[in-house]
């Protein structure tokens, strides 16, 4: 079995963190979940981006240092995340002293190799991009077209980066490695900006900017806010420009580097120079996630609609993030943007994991004490070679195969539409007629079908919601959780004979959010 790393973008610690954070967060951390049901050896990397010159200013304007801005909001994020049962194995942040070390040295490299030479230049710069901007690239009235703020003209000695040299060999790349941007239709996006790239400013005088890395042999200069966070993808493995540690031999390159569709061009372009001047081999996948609205509206700050994962917590009184998490996943065709409301969360998460899910457990667990004492014997175990089997076993397939090709949002619908044949299966045989009827067999058989695909249902909805799903696995009476299913070991017939639950045992596993139980809950 083979390695998986993967790497979320950095957020800038200028702000607290919102959904669309969370959003990009939960689908790494429901990627990881997944490959480590499929893998040995799975990396999971996300951090904080610390320096810049929008940290600073937010830091200036609060009357506080920008070290203790981002220690502040560092904080938050990592409770953010604590909260979404986020699973990295490392929260790297900029300022941590060992990356400051190795940005220096791998600036200094550029340098030395000649990829890096010092140019007077004068340019549009958005701090909110932390970038400088291609008049051509601005608005009408000369606005980033992004942030909407007028760019700050910034004339200066700056040292620069030969991106023009890799022009050609990364358009090739893209060419010739469909993978290598997902979504494959973001790639003609790619290929149009890299038509004009030039050379790129790397650092700014320190005048301009004071908070971040000095160029090592120059400390009048600042070295550039990207290369500084990009290279956290191989600073955070210990990379060195001297001698790469284990971690980095083991894991790079990144299996999958997700990021949002603004930073597609630092991701797609700028990373693999730079990665080329280093001599490093490139990534083989930039997953490239569409953007997060509130209802319908970009979230702004200007707005006031800007929305923590906290808020939905606290407004449906959750105690823990599995709907939130589900939600989030499922609200957006992979890759395109998505939409926050909480009406749409509350009907979509009470449709998927109340009604379709929570309930066909609960009936089908109920009508198991019911009507066998919640006993199973082996003559209710079925054989593979029936339907509703033959559909869970096919359906782990589809799950995989939208996995392999990053689809997260398609691969939950394929778990929600086997969920629908089962309920439908339930509608069609009627476990309880059978019952009234004296088939005892037939329905016991009927009951031992959908508890093992409630099994298969759990397993492969882990990643997206792993406390519902160790939930289901517990009253399924399993000791093994289900977050560390193996899916390729994922076989029917398990569920072995014996006493599988008790009246006193069973209990929903989500509440219909605003349901009288949730309500007095609520009040409670
Ligand atoms: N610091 C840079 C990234 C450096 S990566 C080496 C940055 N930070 S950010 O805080 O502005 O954004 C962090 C991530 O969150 C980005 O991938 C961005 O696309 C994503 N999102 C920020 N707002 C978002 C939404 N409203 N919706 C979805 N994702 C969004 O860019």
Known sequence: MTKFYLTTAIDYVNGAPHIGHAYEKIQADVLVRHFRQRR??????????????????????????????????????????????????????????????IVQKIFQKLKDNGDIYKHSYTGLYCSGCESFLNPRDLTEDGLCPDHLKKPEEVKEENYFFKLSKYKDRIIEHIKNNPEFIQPEFRANEVLNQLEHIEDISVSRSKESVNWGVPVADDDSQIIYVWIDALSNYITALGYDTENPSEMFKRYWPADVQVIGKDIMKFHAIYWPAFLMALDLPLPKTILAHGWITIDQTKMSKSLGNVIAPKDVMETFNLSQPDAFRYFMMVTAPSGKDGNYSDLDFKERVNADLANNIGNLLNRTLNMQVKYFDGEIKPEFITSS??????????????????????????????????????????????????????????????????????????????????????????????TEKAVDVKLDNLKWGEIPAGKITEKEKIKPVFLRLDSEIAGAAKKA
């Open 40 to 101: 040995d050896d799975v990396y999971f990397l996300t951090g904080t981006d610390e320096h810049g010159i929008k940290i600073q200013k937010t830091a200036a304007s609060r009357g506080i240092t920008p070290k203790e801005l981002c220690d502040e909001n560092a904080q938050k994020f990592k409770e953010a995340w604590a909260g979404l049962d986020i699973s990295y194995d490392k929260l790297i942040r900029t300022t941590d002293k060992d990356h400051e070390a």
């Open 385 to 478: 070679d029936n339907e509703i089997a033959k559909a869970a076993m096919q359906t782990v397939t589809l799950v995989k195969e939208r996995f392999d090709k990053y689809e997260v949002a398609e691969a939950a619908q394929e778990i929600v539409n086997f969920s629908n044949i089962v309920n439908k299966y339930v509608n069609d045989t009627a476990p309880w007629g059978l019952a009234k009827e004296g088939k005892m067999q037939e329905c016991a058989n009927v009951l031992y079908n959908v508890l093992e695909s409630m099994r298969f249902i759990a397993a492969m909805l882990a990643p997206y919601t792993p406390n519902i799903s160790q939930d289901i696995y517990e009253q399924l009476n399993r």
